[in-house]
């Protein structure tokens, strides 16, 4: 499985984009990209999941560039309920095996 | 649709004791998951069911950790004795397959070892 590289914390502030770039230089040809979100006291949450370009939910966007060794989670326009833990995973496809980092955790203050 | 439920939500015991915790996965998930988060760490896969059957229990430390899950569907994680390391939250999830599919996490039970 790929190694991941993010920060281990960002500071925003209510309204503005946030973008958490995570890094995967021995990312494999059939490996995808996924992030989750972790709330204090719960479980994480499937955020979104990429294998190339650019992939968008109602939650986030996430952008790979063509040589797909890095990744960009963006949060458009974030409130206070978005301050939690963000983790990036990389794997194949046909393997549920995630190996989950110390993740990057996002304050949001007012 | 109800989610990943478990129980208990907190136990606190003393080391070299027995606990055991409950995961109940989302009805028709054949995968289910038992990972270990310890304080400032993300979560690390202990156990890896594919109905009734182990797929991936190669970070399981087996001289005192159980799991079993019984008619591929509820599952139970034991462990015996307990040490002061073990203090962690124990999170379940379950997914549809054993591909990269979206894993649903219970919220988990925190443990404390004394």
């Known amino acids: 499985l790929a190694k991941t590289t993010q920060p281990i914390s960002m500071d925003s502030y209510e309204g503005q984009e946030v973008n958490i770039t995570c890094s995967h230089n021995n990312i494999a040809t059939n490996d995808y990209i996924t992030w989750y979100q972790q709330f204090p006291s719960q479980g994480p949450r499937f955020i979104i999941q990429?294998?190339?370009t650019k992939v968008t939910n109602e939650v986030a966007s996430l952008f790979i560039p063509a040589d797909r060794k890095s990744s960009t989670l963006s949060l458009p326009r974030v409130s206070l309920s978005d301050t939690a833990v963000y983790y990036c995973l990389v794997g194949p496809y046909n393997n549920n095996d995630m190996r989950f980092g110390a993740g990057t955790r996002l304050t949001v203050k007012p | 649709e109800a989610g990943v439920a478990q129980s208990p939500r907190y136990k606190i015991i003393e080391k070299r004791q027995s606990v055991a915790f409950w995961c109940n996965p989302i009805s028709g998930h054949a995968t289910l998951y038992w990972y270990q988060q310890i304080l400032g760490q993300g979560p690390k896969l202990l156990i890896q069911?594919?109905?009734?059957?182990?797929?991936?229990d190669s970070q399981l430390p087996k001289d005192r950790f159980s799991a079993e899950r019984l008619k591929g569907v509820d599952s139970t994680l034991k462990i015996q004795p307990a040490k002061l390391e073990d203090s962690a939250v124990y999170l379940c999830?379950?997914?549809?397959?054993?591909?990269?599919?979206?894993?649903?996490f219970g919220p988990g039970t925190r443990l404390l070892v004394l």
């Open positions: 999830a379950s997914s549809l397959g054993s591909g990269r599919e979206t894993q649903y």
């Open positions: 990429g294998y190339k």
């Open positions: 069911f594919q109905n009734n059957g182990v797929v991936d």
